[in-house]
């Protein structure tokens, strides 16, 4: 039916119904009716109304209670309107109509006036009635318009009979017994009434229930939200992957609580972005919490104010609390102003903030402070320089008026500025306001041709740039000749002024390299590697005084030197002291994202390995491994997968051994929370793998830091398809197996896999055989071609370690053509001999009844290692670790690995090294020297030269060539290791006594070197986690993993970590039950050492950890994680 059509069949239904006979209209004011009478008309007008509706389609229905509802506003007799009103209601609770459109209808209607109480009451009377036949989206529908009802009831109005009808449908409504509608429908429409332009307040009297009803929401706020977000911190550098809980509105730096729910009106972040602003490599936790689109950024060309005025209230802090300092050269301030301009850059190269509106934003907010001076302004306009000059973008008129407007602000004095004494740090800093004019002074031009004026050098500069021009006629003159440049604060003066002068610079940069390497002079490396000298690195201390232009065109001149390396393919290797600087400068956050860290591993290594100069792609991969510790995940997985794919083929024994070990470290590194992500991009992108294609032993380190990570952070229930999509990329390049006792520490996620897909095991009598005939043919076989053509296919019968360790066992000479056998193999076919071996070998011991021919085996192995040559220690124990083993034969190969690394070979380099290495090498000039004089004393080969050896043939026609070493040794490359076998350790404490014994042992002859490890208490946490149920009740253990790992950090605060009432009790085998104040005082010592705790993290040092990042972070975990309490307990006495 049409809508005109219905209106009009309705219009006449009511004229008829309202209309009467000529004697009813004549003597209306003297006729009354009976009841009975009154009824039956009230019952013919009812039928009537209901036959016209059953007449209507369900869509006619809702227009025709709009047309009902007009006319009943319109009805001046409230007696008439309230007889409708009943005839609609019959037509309900005799289920002719619905009660939606009929409610809706009568609510949505402008024409229902407060004014007209009979009929408004009579109307919310009804709804009352009929509104518990509404479904639950319905029903809020009806809320909804009875809320926008009530904002047209004046507030200044008494309790009307209007508004307690309104408040009688109110609590039918929103009474949760009633099950009409759901709270949280009803608590969304509450919490968007504010939020209509007129901005209309209710009336006082629907306060109170519409206030309680959002107040019973208050505990479903604590259930779905942190509590006391505002005043909790979050740990900064632990990982970046947990910001999400802390995440802001970028648009006004406040909590985003969308959700519908009475959330606390004013969400203040500004001291959590304070916290954020003062630590260190903080710049991406800070992203991670903003909600942010760059692309959408890039395309509005927005900025967001109101992270520029938190930006500019940190810089305010920063200069007032300075002031206050009576030193110039305190760490702590020095620090923080790095942190802020890394923040400061970051955001403007993305686009977040605009540089030159932030500085008049700066000047505005210093007009009304107390104008800074001394310290706090020096360093407020070395800021500004880095800033201005630090990132890729001109400085344009604004800017230039900008900084004058805060010149004139920080500086009114007349008198000239002295020249300060350049023997200190602070130096560089005094002089950062001349440094800025030289720089704007190349600007002029460019200004002056976009009519902008110009003002010319202040006087009280001149004193400071006419000593720097003529320090810097010493350069560009020659008249200065290169020396080691550790400390020279006027020279980075000098970069930092002319940095963007294109005369000057190229002269002060070739003085900085040509001190770091003098090609007219040559030093030796270790195997008598040839390099050029110098060995003395430019120092921490003037590689903070450098600006961030300057540090890029640095490490830009240092890259070039490399690349010009790989042109010539020269046969001397680049100077320690380039490669220690360069090292050091690629750690600088503030550069990052311009030529640091994200530059190395985009740009400089692909283009390095792509070219095959093996002795420099050696070098960054030490440089990546020993001395760029801090770098984000997606970094050190970019490197491995770029091992993975171009290095792998390189089949260079000295390339493979760095090849390895620089993959497991970088597997070994992925913290809990950032594997699923980097599983997640490896499965997605086809250029990047995390999955060796034939290193069984590094697809093991993957799935055993898999499962750490879902054991510590991940639901099993969530983890199932990433998980198990991994394990089949592992599996179907290597198929391996696992041992019993390994199996069980999995999650049962893992475990069922590999359930499910179990590799037999090697036939140990099958093996002995081969060998036997293998090893006759070796004997029997004079012909060299031949004897080398049949033991290097590797694919058949991979062997030839096997027969070489017979012959060590029977004293059988090793001929000169092992020699040339294993040279045929390669570093890469050797995997499959050694895995072989290792299985091979384990059958041999398990026949051994006595000590004697135990002893022998270890001794042939020995022989094997360090007289021979013929594999590494670090991949013989790597290999046999993470062998598949029964329990008897577990015991035997761990008992093994104890002999070797016990064994005086090995301990008394590691006695050499730790007492000659500083661990903390940023604060040693003469680490070199150190280095070589290790090398020196304790030689490592590994092109198998005792074999040639044992047959005086020690001369050869084409001698091994060695790489460029500068950090690498045994013992470094022994540490990823020995946290390999101490997991294996642990997991058979349950097969006996005596692996126990050999933890002890190993933790009291090896634990020095974890003074060099990465990240020794994040390591000791995970694994006193993993290993929670297996060291549940070995408490004598756990205490001498925690002093054995922790007690030789000289990176970390020890009576911090470690109490003395602790380290007291370990020699002890009694229980130990600390005082119910203990824990307390533990924590409270470390929040009372966070205060001061940065000023021993120098923001330049990458490889150090941060006791504050990682050990506070565990230690809540430990205390609210699990969730058997007693186990808590007993697990952090233990750890403390």
């Known amino acids: 039916m049409a809508d005109l059509q219905l209106e009009t069949v309705v219009d006449n239904f009511l004229k008829q119904m309202n209309s009467n006979s000529s004697i009813d209209h004549a003597f209306a004011g003297f006729m009354s009716f009976t009841e009975e009478e009154e009824t039956s008309k009230a019952n013919r007008e009812q039928e009537a109304i209901a036959q016209l509706f059953s007449k209507f389609s369900e869509a006619n229905v809702a227009a025709a209670c709009k047309l009902f509802a007009e006319h009943i506003y319109r009805e001046e007799n409230s007696l008439k309107a309230q007889s409708l009103l009943n005839y609609l209601e019959h037509l309900v609770t005799s289920n002719k109509i619905s009660s939606k459109p009929l409610c809706e209808a009568l609510l949505n209607s402008p024409n229902l006036n407060y004014s007209n109480r009979d009929t408004w009451c009579s109307v919310f009377q009804l709804v009352r009635r009929i509104v518990g036949g509404v479904d639950y989206k319905g029903c809020r529908d009806i809320f909804r318009a009875i809320l926008y009802k009530c904002r047209t009831i004046p507030c200044q109005d008494s309790l009307t009979p209007q508004i307690l009808s309104i408040i009688e449908v109110f609590n039918y409504i929103l009474n949760r017994n009633a099950c009409l509608l759901p709270s949280y429908f009803a608590i969304n429409e509450i919490i968007k009434l504010p939020q209509h332009e007129d901005k209309q307040t209710l009336h006082w009297a629907f306060g109170k229930i519409l206030a309680e009803f959002t107040q019973s929401f208050r505990p479903t706020v604590q259930i779905v939200t942190i509590p006391s977000l505002p005043q909790l911190r979050p740990v900064i550098g632990h990982s970046n992957i947990n910001a999400y809980a802390w995440r802001l509105d970028l648009r006004n730096l406040r909590y985003p609580n969308n959700a519908p729910l009475p959330f606390d009106r004013d969400k203040s972040s500004t001291k959590l972005v304070r916290h954020i602003f003062t630590h260190a490599y903080s710049v991406d936790f800070m992203t991670g919490i903003l909600i942010y689109n760059r692309k959408s950024q890039e395309d509005t060309k927005s900025r967001y104010s109101e992270l520029e005025d938190q930006l500019c209230e940190h810089v305010i802090h920063l200069t007032q609390s300075q002031s206050k300092l009576a030193s110039c050269s305190a760490v702590m301030p020095n620090i ?20 030159p509106h932030m500085l008049m934003q700066l000047f505005k907010k210093l007009d009304s402070q107390t104008v800074p001076s001394g310290c706090s302004r020096d360093h407020l306009i070395w800021m500004i320089l880095q800033c201005l000059f630090g990132v890729a973008k001109p400085v344009d008129a604004y800017s230039y008026i900008t900084f004058i407007r805060i010149y004139d602000q920080l500086y009114p004095e007349t008198t000239p500025l002295p020249v300060p004494d350049f023997s200190s740090a602070h130096s560089v800093i005094s002089c950062a306001v001349t440094c800025m004019w030289a720089h704007l002074q190349k600007k002029t031009v460019q200004l002056a041709e976009n009519k902008a004026k110009i003002r010319p050098m202040p006087s009280i500069l001149r004193s400071q740039l006419t000593f720097l021009n003529g320090a810097l006629l010493q350069y560009t003159q020659g008249q200065k000749t290169p020396g080691p440049v550790i400390c020279d604060f006027q020279l980075a003066t000098l970069c930092n002024a002319f940095s963007s002068n294109e005369k000057a610079m190229p002269a002060l940069l070739n003085y900085l390299t040509d001190s770091m390497m003098n090609v007219n ?3 030796k490396l270790p195997h008598g590697v040839a390099c050029y000298l110098n060995t003395e690195p430019m120092s921490v201390e003037m590689l903070d005084c450098l600006s961030v232009h300057t540090k890029m065109l640095l490490i830009k001149q240092l890259f070039g030197k490399m690349e010009a390396q790989v042109q010539k393919q020269s046969q001397v290797a680049l100077s320690p002291a380039l490669i220690e600087t360069f090292s050091r400068a690629l750690v600088y956050t503030e550069i990052e994202q311009t030529f640091g860290i994200k530059t190395f591993v985009s740009n400089i290594l692909p283009s390095i390995v792509s070219s095959k100069c093996l002795p420099v792609i050696h070098t960054l991969l030490e440089v990546a491994i020993y001395r760029l510790i801090h770098m984000q995940p997606h970094y050190r997985m970019k490197i491995l997968s770029c091992l993975l794919d171009e290095l792998v083929n390189f089949n260079h024994n000295h390339m493979y051994i760095r090849y390895e070990n620089a993959a497991m470290c970088l597997l070994l590194s992925l913290g809990n929370l950032e594997v699923q992500q980097q599983v997640f991009r490896s499965i997605g992108e086809k250029k990047f793998s995390i999955v060796s294609q034939d290193s069984e032993e590094l697809n093991k380190i993957l799935v055993l830091t898999l499962a750490r990570a879902v054991n510590t952070v991940c ?61 006759k043919r070796w004997k029997s076989m004079t012909d060299v071609d031949s004897a080398v053509a049949h033991f290097s296919r590797s694919s058949e019968r991979p062997l030839f370690l096997c027969v070489m360790w017979r012959c060590v066992m029977t004293h059988t000479p ?25 299985d091979y070998l384990a059958s041999q011991l398990e026949s051994c009844q006595t000590k004697q021919p135990f002893l022998q085996c270890t001794d042939s192995l020995k022989a094997m290692i360090w007289d021979y040559h013929i594999f590494t220690l670090d991949r013989f124990i790597l290999c046999l670790s993470l062998r598949t083993f029964d329990a008897k034969d577990c015991q035997v190969c761990l008992f093994t690995i104890i002999k070797l690394l016990i064994d005086n070979n090995f301990l008394d380099r590691v006695k050499e090294f730790t007492s000659t290495a500083p661990a903390q090498y940023w604060k040693s000039s003469g680490y070199f020297e150190s280095h070589v004089s290790y090398h020196t004393k304790y030689p490592e080969y590994i092109f198998y030269e005792g074999i040639l050896q044992a047959n005086n043939m020690s001369a050869v026609s084409a001698s091994p060539q060695y790489l460029p070493t500068y950090f690498d040794n045994i013992c470094l490359r022994m540490i990823p290791v020995i946290d390999v076998v101490i997991h294996r350790l642990i997991e058979s404490l349950k097969l006996g006594q005596n692996s126990e014994k050999s933890l002890d042992t190993i933790l009291k002859e090896l634990s020095v070197l974890y003074k060099y490890h990465d990240k020794p208490v994040t390591y000791l946490y995970n694994t006193l986690h993993y290993y929670y149920k297996t060291l549940q009740d070995r408490k004598a253990v756990k205490k001498k993993l925690v002093l054995g790992i922790l007690g030789h950090c000289e990176k970390l605060p020890i009576d911090l970590v470690i109490s003395g009432e602790f380290k007291s009790h370990v020699p002890s085998e009694e229980e130990w039950t600390p005082p119910a104040n203990y824990y307390f005082q533990r924590v409270k010592c470390l929040v009372d050492a966070l205060q001061v705790l940065q000023s021993l993290f120098l923001a330049q040092v990458s490889g150090l950890e941060r006791l504050s990042c990682f050990f506070f972070w565990h230690l809540p975990n430990v205390l609210f994680m699990r969730q058997e309490s007693v186990g808590d307990m007993a697990w952090l006495k233990s750890v403390f």
């Not at 923080?336 to 540089?355: C, E, G, P």
């Open 336 to 355: 923080r102003w790095h942190n802020i301009t890394s923040h400061i850059i970051f955001f403007v190269l993305w686009n977040m903030v605009h540089l």
């Open 521 to 523: 002079m040559q030093t």
């Open 715 to 775: 639901d099993s229930g969530q983890t199932g398809t990433w998980c198990v999509s991994l394990l089949r990329k592992v599996f179907e390049h290597t198929p391996h197996s696992w041992s019993p006792h390994t199996l069980q520490t999995f999650p049962p996620l893992i475990q069922e896999f590999y359930l499910q897909n179990h590799v037999p095991g090697e036939d140990k009598q099958q093996l002995t055989r081969n060998v036997d005939a293998e090893f």
């Open 814 to 838: 090793i001929k000169h053509t092992a020699y040339k056998v294993l040279e045929a193999i390669g570093p890469k076919a050797l995997g499959l001999h050694l895995r072989k071996f290792c």
